[in-house]
Antibody, heavy 128, light 111 residues
Framework: QVQLVQSGAEVKKPGASVKISCKAS????????IHWVRQAPGQGLECMGI????????TYAQKFQGRLTVTRDMSTSTVYMELTSLTSEDTAFYYC?????????????????????WGQGTLVTVSS | QSVLTQPPSASGTPGQRVTISCSGS????????VYWYQQLPGTAPKLLIY???QRPSGVPDRFSGSKSGTSASLAISGLRSEDEAEYHC????????????FGGGTKLTVL
């Protein structure tokens, strides 16, 4: 069965960076996109970026450009999301989610927020 | 400030039909598919409706989606207590060079 398993909760000081992992299993890693979505306490969902594990294509929401980097390790089917220069406003649950699936390996990007499987979420708390 | 506008709350009694709206613009809902997610308290969101009105397998037919122009709606018929959750609409915006956009979410209370 399809699973996305994320790394555990993090507590960071303002100005620090956080790197969250998302390990995929139960499907062909290169045949689907990975989206990163966050949710601040009591707030709505916010798309952060889309990543293609096959060719490394990526796009980030404008507000995160310069601070967000998504990478992958093909050998472990793991996608990583790193966010730098943290402030208290980055305190949130961070989710990875599987996006659209391709007929074989994906190329380029698919912006559709078709998110059929989600990780369990990782709470990042930014506090001095 | 979300690109898509949803009412912050909605309510209904068991058995009733409720609808939740999602308003956008010509650059998002007006030209792209809409997706709906259900988020139970303390859990990750779950895909409820895709491509405006399609249900993934396992989603009851009590849930239905529709779209007209730059607005979309989620309807829940035969309301049940377990439907009490947060509902989010999503699409992508052609004027933004980035990923998708979500509405602010609607908290549904079953009275």
């Amino acid at each position: 069965q399809v699973q996305l398993v994320q790394s555990g909760a993090e507590v960071k000081k303002p100005g620090a960076s956080v790197k969250i992992s998302c390990k995929a299993s139960g499907y062909t890693f290169t045949n689907s996109y990975i989206h990163w979505v966050r949710q601040a306490p009591g707030q709505g969902l916010e798309c952060m970026g889309i990543f293609n594990p096959n060719d490394g294509s990526r796009t980030y929401a404008q507000k995160f450009q310069g601070r967000l980097t998504v990478t992958r390790d093909m050998s472990t089917s793991t996608v990583y999301m790193e966010l730098t220069s943290l402030t208290s406003e980055d305190t949130a649950f961070y989710y990875c989610a599987r996006g659209a699936s391709c007929r074989g390996d994906c190329f380029g990007l698919d912006f559709a927020p078709f998110l059929d499987y989600w990780g369990q979420g990782t709470l990042v708390t930014v506090s001095s | 400030q979300s690109v898509l506008t949803q009412p912050p709350s909605a309510s209904g009694t068991p058995g009733q039909r409720v609808t939740i709206s999602c308003s956008g613009s010509s650059s998002n809902i007006g030209r792209n598919y809409v997706y709906w997610y259900q988020q139970l308290p303390g859990t990750a969101p779950k895909l409820l409706i895709y491509r405006d009105n399609q249900r993934p397998s396992g989603v009851p037919d009590r849930f239905s989606g529709s779209k007209s122009g730059t607005s979309a709606s989620l309807a829940i018929s035969g309301l049940r207590s377990e439907d009490e959750a947060e509902y989010h609409c999503a699409t992508w915006d052609d004027s933004l060079s980035g990923p998708g956009v979500f509405g602010g979410g609607t908290k549904l209370t079953v009275l």
